[in-house]
């Protein structure tokens, strides 16, 4: 757990960073703008004191602020909300997982944290190579009526929004395929409709992973 507070409290400080100094380019040195890590006994409140200067930097932006993002978005602004909404979210799904029970996020927001994945993340990957081992998963939010079509291989994947025929189609309230796509939540969670053992690639192929690194 205090890994887990270490690194969010870091993420957090790492995005208001790139907003408040209008960085164009992307921080790699976390301990320049995060500062050293506090001693054990203080993390609680150094956590709520980044979590508290994120919210103020977003909420006093200049909307139309131009700095370094990473993913699709109507403004860098947007972008850096967004994500650090879900990132936020995600770990504290991590934070909760050892009491047996993730409470569940609202609908909407975990319509557009799926969209965030599948068409943000997995759409930096570009059109899926001509390979025998590509497979088609199916996506669907039972409670909304979104669907997505996903084509996974074994070193990549892509996205769209949509239907298409699946080698497996995955469905069920939206919380839960929010955290089942972000690997939070077992598949066992999940209607599945189809071979789903293509759902042990996406959880092996699926990674999200943060470059930002202490010196």
């Known amino acids: ?32 703008v995060a500062g050293p890590l506090p001693a054990d006994r203080d993390l609680v409140t ?7 200067s994120l919210l103020e930097t977003l909420g006093r932006a200049d909307p139309d602020v131009q700095c370094w993002s990473f993913l699709p978005a109507p403004s ?16 504290r799904a991590d934070a909760e997982s ?3 029970r993730i409470e569940p996020v609202d609908r ?18 570009g059109t899926p190579p001509d390979t025998p081992d590509a497979r088609a998963i199916g ?5 909304t009526d979104d669907e997505w079509f996903v ?11 949509g239907s298409a025929d699946a080698d497996c189609i995955v469905s069920g309230p939206a919380s839960d395929v929010y955290l089942f796509l972000w690997n ?19 959880r092996d192929t699926v990674r999200i992973t943060w470059g930002g690194r202490r010196r």
Do not use: C, K, N
């Not at 860098?76 to 936020?88: C, G, K, S």
């Not at 084509?151 to 929004?161: E, M, Q, T």
């Not at 939070?184 to 996406?202: H, K, Q």
């Open 98 to 100: 050892p009491s047996g």
């Open 184 to 202: 939070r939540l077992d598949a066992s969670a999940m209607d599945v409709d189809g071979d789903a053992s293509i759902l042990r690639t996406w």
């Open 1 to 32: 757990m205090r890994d887990l507070v270490r690194h969010i409290g870091d993420v957090h400080r790492w995005a208001a960073a790139h907003v408040a100094d209008r960085r164009t380019e992307r921080i790699t040195d976390i301990t320049a």
């Open 139 to 143: 996506v669907r939010t039972a409670d």
């Open 151 to 161: 084509r996974i291989w074994s070193d990549g994947a892509v996205a769209s929004r």
């Open 76 to 91: 860098p602004l947007a972008f850096w909300a967004r994500r650090q909404a879900h990132e936020t979210t995600i770990h």
């Open 46 to 52: 150094w956590f709520r004191d980044g979590h508290a």
């Open 108 to 125: 909407a927001f975990a319509v557009d944290g799926i969209d965030e994945l599948l068409l943000g993340f997995l759409g930096r990957g």
